[in-house]
């Protein structure tokens, strides 16, 4: 009867505010990318201009007609001017890219390994190395890379790295109890795209996800890992068309759904051993723009398959779903807010995590301070019922 009751409840919230399942609104990545050859100084070359949309919202890329630049050598510096030569404006959705071709016109006086450097028009600052130095006749007569090379990586970039893009937070936190270190590492790999043009947006797709998730008790003896959560899935996902929704500028926007199959286990033996397999719905809305103040409401719906002939009580501290509700500036500070309560509604976890971007402008790396409260259960597999309350601090690779 509690079980029904708690399927129904969060059934209700899944209907009432439905979710995509990342805390990335929109997140876009620009690189440079310059002649791998030598070149003449004075000379005209040819820039690449690499957007990336690593959010989970398609997201408007259109490259600027011209941009200011500088070339670096040491403590030296020429202001650069790029023009724009092919290309235009498009729509980019979730792990997809696009390629722009720019004309830069290299000072007269430089040689030598330089920086081109790009950090106005462009929402992250580029930098890119080149080698000048080569006579004009001697970098003319260098040969371009051969047809099959070119083939090969615009074949690789197609079936291979368009492929991937974020799943959940990437981040390694340290805190002063044991076990005191914790960290996640996960991606999606998009097998299947349902319709529209590959190289568009698209809104169904079939997707497998992986999630690793340990706790490290780095300060023991040895320094064993505690536990490590292996979480593999299946799902089919569905995206909101852009400008479908109805909902004016800065309005409540449904994102779309995910639904699928999660397997979950600890890789452990004998009494240790802990495993679960669930079938799910995910579903979320967006308030507000995504590039100022927003927020994100997400809920989950799971009903497990399978037995769970391992811990046979844990549906009492999972329960059957659970829900997120992120607030966040762009892609500056944000904190979010994970809970979970199990099929009794006795059994509340709570997670807080709080993120700061850090850039270091001379190494080209950009990431987030995290800070991440947690108080309840199931932080790990093994320990399910038993009770945490812990502080940890580190960096988050992707939030």
């Known amino acids: 009867m509690r079980r029904c009751f708690a399927f129904r409840v969060f059934a209700g919230l899944a209907g009432a505010v439905p979710l995509l399942g990342m805390a990335q609104a929109q997140r876009m990545s620009i690189a440079l990318v310059t002649p791998t050859e030598c070149v003449a100084p004075g000379c005209t070359i040819s820039v690449g201009l690499l957007a990336l949309n690593s959010g989970v919202l398609s997201v408007d890329f259109a490259p600027p007609p011209s941009l200011l630049g500088r070339v670096l050598l040491g403590e030296r510096s020429w202001p650069v001017e790029l023009r724009l030569t092919s290309g235009g404006a498009t729509t980019l959705g979730p792990g997809r890219f696009a390629n722009r071709s720019y004309s830069l016109t290299l000072p007269p006086d430089v040689t030598g390994s330089l920086i081109l450097e790009v950090s106005q028009g462009l929402p992250n ?48 936190i340290y805190g002063p109890k044991a076990p005191g270190a914790k960290f996640q590492f996960s991606f999606k790999y998009r097998v299947l795209s349902l319709d529209g043009d590959p190289n568009e947006a698209a809104q169904q797709t079939v997707q497998f996800g992986y999630t690793q998730r340990s706790l490290w008790d780095i300060n023991a003896s040895s320094s064993p890992f505690y536990d490590t959560s292996y979480m593999p899935s299946l799902f089919y996902q569905f995206l909101t068309p852009e400008g479908t929704s109805g909902a004016s500028p800065g309005g409540l926007r449904w994102l779309g759904f995910r639904s699928g199959y999660q397997h979950e286990s600890n890789g452990q033996g004998s009494v240790e051993s802990r ?31 399978g037995g769970l002939s391992d811990n046979p009580d844990l549906k009492a501290y999972r329960g059957y779903g659970d829900w997120q509700v992120i607030m966040a500036l762009g892609n500056g500070p944000s904190l979010s807010y994970s809970g979970w309560a199990g099929n009794d509604l006795r059994h509340l976890t709570s997670e807080f995590d709080m993120n700061f971007p850090i850039k270091v402008r001379f190494v080209d790396f950009a990431t987030y301070f995290l800070i991440q409260y947690f108080k309840g259960y199931g932080e790990s597999l093994r320990d399910y019922d038993k009770p945490a309350d812990t502080v940890r601090a580190g960096f988050s690779l992707v939030r």
Do not use: C
């Not at 723009?289 to 409401?297: Q, V």
């Open 275 to 305: 495993s679960l397999n669930t079938l799910f719905v995910r579903s979320g809305v967006l308030l507000g723009r995504p590039e100022k103040w927003h927020a994100i409401m997400q809920v989950r719906v799971s009903d497990y398959v």
């Open 125 to 172: 600052e580029a930098r890119a190395v080149m080698r000048v130095g080569l006579q004009a006749s001697e970098a003319a007569a260098t040969p371009e890379p051969p047809h099959e090379r070119r083939m090969l990586v615009s074949t690789l970039q197609r079936s291979f790295a368009e492929h991937f893009s974020v799943l959940d937070p990437t981040y390694f």
